[in-house]
């Protein structure tokens, strides 16, 4: 048994020799055979490398929206593949490879919050991810606008449940708040800004940030939009070059030049220029940015007047007529005045006003094109009531009777209604002049009265009217009587007049001579002839 043994480790350790000898040739051969075989080996490893599957995707960043792109290589064959997202449970694109494992498919991303995700895909054998990069991203619902505009600002893929900042440059013109996605939609002002290119930046507070570009126009308002010459406006420009000089024309006349201040805005007020009406221009312009606005000129017309009383100066005057141009005025339909406007337009006439009944009244201007009406209210003041004089109240007259009452004033002047009945009511009046001038009336012979009985008698009033058409009351009647009355003829009182100024040159004549002749006689008897001695 013990040399079994022997023989079997003799056996073994001479087999082991043997086996070295094969390797010692290996060694011994040439280098650039072992060198084909080893490259042999690789190629047969790199062949079987290239049969790997492979998973591609581009681009491997950006926002949500982005289309990315995917390429698989040695795949299953003829095999569904399905593409996820990140840990959305539901694939975001499902297509088959074509024979040869091959497929190449795109999807877009969903909204995210800003971060790094996978990009997996699985064919039920393969099962392979890459990551991508997810970038905020804003939108802006306008590329460009003017000062005031409001812009919708939308973010995507910003950090998630995030206060957000939106600035116009460094401006801030809104706030938000992003949601689990990172989305956020804000409603911003666009703050005064010069003419040209500013940056919209949107910020959250993870220092997650996007930026788009916006363009500031100029732009002008006025305020008011219509008026007459001489209206103060206010002219309001923005989002014009910074700290520049504006010239301000209305029509094309330059009317101001005013200076924008840094964020490119000014505000001008100015007065209307005059000119015929219409619609004119208003333009700001700093020598690159211009704008216009619009001013409707409208005519106008003003009425003063010195009272209200038939005679008032009544002064009419206009602006925005039609350039030296007649104009009419009229009052109540009748001409009253005329004049020519200037070469602006404006035009100024008095006249006085016309009798005509108290309230009001319509006063018209117009140059055939522009015409204004004007109210002018005539005074309704009636005047005081006239107070009888003579004859007095139950005396007798003659045929021939003269009335008289107190006169009485008015500013717009007035005439007198004067009236005789047969009864104190006076129903039905036998005499009525109604134009009377002065305060006075004479019945003469030619217009007699019949005499009254005893019982009987006439009554007789007054009243004032001005020329606004205001009565007085009537004066409280007086009666008269008409009876005989002896009534010297003109003629014969002028011969009594002609003679007792006869008689009484006679009667002078008469004493003068008497007083004359007595002192002549005496002055003839000599002073010795009358003597005390003489017995007296």
């Known amino acids: 048994m013990r040399n079994l043994s022997r023989l079997f480790a003799i056996g073994m350790i001479v087999l082991l020799l043997l086996g ?17 075989a080893d490259e042999a080996a690789e190629d047969e490893g790199e062949e079987e490398d290239t049969d790997a599957a492979t998973l591609e995707i581009s681009p491997e960043s950006g926002p949500v929206g982005t289309k990315v792109y995917v390429t698989l290589e040695n795949f299953e064959a003829d095999q569904t593949v399905e593409v996820y997202f990140s840990d959305i449970t539901d694939p975001v694109k499902t297509w088959p490879t074509d024979g040869d494992g091959y497929l190449h498919t795109g999807f877009r991303v969903p909204e995210y919050p800003t971060g790094r995700f996978r990009v997996l895909v699985n ?38 449940d995030e206060d957000v900042t939106i600035y116009l440059d460094d401006v801030e013109m809104g706030t938000s708040v ?55 406006v206010t002219f309001i420009g923005s989002g014009f070059n910074s700290d520049t000089d504006v010239s301000i024309s209305f029509g094309d006349e330059e009317v101001d030049v ?33 704008d216009y606005a619009h001013f409707t000129l409208v005519s106008a017309a003003s009425l003063s007047a010195s009272s209200d009383t ?14 030296t141009c007649e ?50 209210t005539m005074e309704s003041s009636a005047p005081a009531c006239p107070l009888l004089l003579g004859p007095l109240d139950g005396s007798t ?17 007035l005439l007198y209604m004067f009236q005789i009945a047969t ?65 010297m003829p003109r003629w014969a009182l002028y011969s009594l007049i002609g003679i007792g100024v006869l008689l009484a040159l006679f009667l002078g004549g008469w004493f003068l001579r008497s007083a004359f002749g007595h002192r002549s006689i005496e002055d003839d008897v000599p002073d010795d002839e009358f003597s005390m001695d003489d017995g007296f």
């Open 20 to 36: 070295t000898v094969p390797c010692a040739l290996r060694a011994d051969e040439d280098p650039a055979d072992t060198t084909e």
């Open 123 to 160: 064919d039920g054998t393969n099962n392979m991810f890459v990551y991508f990069n997810l970038e905020p991203q804003i939108e802006a619902g306008a590329t460009s606008g003017y000062v005031g505009d409001e812009v919708e600002v939308t973010g995507y893929g910003f950090t998630d």
């Open 178 to 232: 992003t949601n689990a996605s990172g989305t956020f939609t804000a409603t911003c002002t666009i703050p005064p800004s010069s003419h040209g290119r500013h940056t919209i930046k949107a910020e959250d507070d993870a220092d997650a940030f996007d930026t788009v570009d916006f363009v500031t126009r100029q732009s002008v308002s006025i305020e008011p939009q219509e008026g007459t010459p001489s209206t103060e």
């Open 258 to 290: 005013v200076h924008t201040e840094r964020d490119g805005s000014f505000i001008a007020v100015m007065l209307v220029p005059g000119g015929a009406s219409g619609e004119y221009e208003v333009k700001a312009d700093d020598g690159e940015a211009r």
């Open 310 to 323: 038939v005679g008032a100066l009544i002064t009419v005057s206009g602006t925005g007529f039609l350039p």
């Open 327 to 376: 104009t009419v005025v009229t009052y109540d339909a009748s001409q009253v005045a005329s004049t020519r406007t200037d070469s602006a337009g404006s035009f100024s006439v008095t006249f006085s006003a016309p009798r005509s009944l108290h309230g009001e009244h319509e006063v018209i201007v117009s140059d055939g094109v522009n015409a204004k009406t004007m109210p002018f």
């Open 397 to 413: 007259s003659g045929k021939q009777i003269y009335f008289d009452w107190e006169d009485v004033t008015d500013k717009s002047g």
């Open 423 to 487: 009864d104190a009511g006076f129903t039905e009046p036998i005499l009525t002049e109604n134009a009377l001038l002065s305060s006075e009336f004479l019945l003469a012979e030619d217009h007699p009265l019949e005499r009254t009985g005893k019982d009987a008698a006439y009554f007789w009033r007054v009243k004032a009217v001005d020329f606004a058409g205001n009565e007085s009351t009537w004066s409280t009647p007086r009666s008269f009587q008409v009876g005989f009355v002896f009534e």
